[in-house]
């Protein structure tokens, strides 16, 4: 299976990450964390929601035009988010004493992203492009 495919997923499940962010912050707090948060938390969330919005459209438009180079790049800051990302996620599941399914959901995810992404920044033909 082409590579490509992997990150059109990322882009679709970014979707409606960044939606909730925005208008459900609430709600993605609770899934990530299971327990509620104050109001500053929640316009922290948009505001994650505003930075994630701008990543998956960077993304996208480079999966669109098919532009290497620009994939390279991506992929590189990606990878570097995906790691940052797991270390992240176990802060604070140690923060919430344990760990859930959306958080375990977010480094399996990262896992497979950072896998997918050196594979194509090694063999940029594995897009299938």
Known sequence: MPLKYVF?????????????CWFFPKAFVDQIAGMSADM???DLVRWYGVVLFV???????AL???DISALK???????????????VTAILANHIGGWNFGLIFTVAIS???????????????RLGF
Do not use: H
């Open 40 to 42: 500053l938390t929640y």
């Open 55 to 61: 990543l998956t459209f960077i993304l996208g438009k």
């Open 73 to 87: 790049t991506v992929f590189m800051g990606y990878g570097i988010g995906d790691l940052m990302q797991i270390v």
């Open 64 to 66: 669109y035009e098919k």
């Open 111 to 125: 896992l497979i992203l950072v896998s997918c992404r050196i594979l194509a920044i090694q063999k940029p033909e």
């Open 8 to 20: 059109y997923a990322e882009v679709i499940i970014n979707i409606p990450s960044f939606v909730m």
